[in-house]
Protein backbone atom coordinates (compact mmCIF):
# COMPACT_ATOMS: atom_id res chain seq x y z
CA UNK A 1 0.00 0.00 0.00
CA UNK A 2 3.13 2.53 0.25
CA UNK A 3 1.28 4.58 2.88
CA UNK A 4 4.91 5.50 3.66
CA UNK A 5 5.09 7.79 0.22
CA UNK A 6 1.73 9.30 1.05
CA UNK A 7 3.29 10.39 4.48
CA UNK A 8 6.07 12.04 2.71
CA UNK A 9 3.98 13.84 0.40
CA UNK A 10 1.76 15.59 3.30
CA UNK A 11 4.96 16.70 4.85
CA UNK A 12 6.25 17.84 1.55
CA UNK A 13 3.17 19.61 0.79
CA UNK A 14 2.27 21.04 5.16
CA UNK A 15 5.79 22.46 5.24
CA UNK A 16 4.93 24.70 2.24
CA UNK A 17 1.75 25.83 3.78
CA UNK A 18 -1.03 24.33 1.65
CA UNK A 19 -3.89 23.58 3.88
CA UNK A 20 -5.88 20.17 3.35
CA UNK A 21 -6.53 16.85 4.97
CA UNK A 22 -6.14 13.30 4.43
CA UNK A 23 -9.17 10.65 5.40
CA UNK A 24 -8.08 7.35 5.13
CA UNK A 25 -10.51 4.58 5.24
CA UNK A 26 -10.64 0.64 6.06
CA UNK A 27 -9.59 -0.71 8.74
CA UNK A 28 -6.97 -3.58 9.26
CA UNK A 29 -7.85 -7.02 8.13
CA UNK A 30 -4.96 -9.13 9.44
CA UNK A 31 -2.49 -8.74 12.39
CA UNK A 32 0.02 -7.31 10.52
CA UNK A 33 -2.18 -4.87 8.54
CA UNK A 34 -2.60 -3.51 12.71
CA UNK A 35 1.02 -3.66 13.63
CA UNK A 36 1.61 -1.53 10.05
CA UNK A 37 -1.28 0.68 11.25
CA UNK A 38 0.42 1.52 14.07
CA UNK A 39 3.85 2.19 12.50
CA UNK A 40 1.91 4.88 10.57
CA UNK A 41 0.20 6.65 13.44
CA UNK A 42 3.51 6.70 15.13
CA UNK A 43 5.28 7.73 12.38
CA UNK A 44 2.58 11.26 11.19
CA UNK A 45 2.76 11.78 14.81
CA UNK A 46 6.60 12.13 15.09
CA UNK A 47 6.29 14.28 11.99
CA UNK A 48 3.62 16.45 13.36
CA UNK A 49 1.32 15.93 11.01
CA UNK A 50 -1.45 13.93 13.35
CA UNK A 51 -3.70 17.41 12.25
CA UNK A 52 -3.93 16.09 8.86
CA UNK A 53 -4.26 12.64 8.78
CA UNK A 54 -8.02 10.80 9.84
CA UNK A 55 -8.90 6.81 10.24
CA UNK A 56 -11.88 6.79 10.18
CA UNK A 57 -12.28 2.68 9.91
CA UNK A 58 -14.51 0.75 7.93
CA UNK A 59 -17.48 2.37 6.13
CA UNK A 60 -20.61 0.73 4.05
CA UNK A 61 -19.99 0.93 0.63
CA UNK A 62 -23.50 2.75 0.09
CA UNK A 63 -22.44 5.96 2.37
CA UNK A 64 -19.29 7.01 0.86
CA UNK A 65 -19.68 9.51 -1.77
CA UNK A 66 -17.98 8.91 -5.73
CA UNK A 67 -15.04 11.33 -5.30
CA UNK A 68 -15.75 11.68 -9.34
Given at each position: K??????????????QG????????G???????????G????????????????????????????P?
Amino acid sequence: KNYETLIDAVKILADQGINFNVTLVGEPALKSDKIYEGQLKERINKLGLSNKFKFVGKIKKHIIKNPY
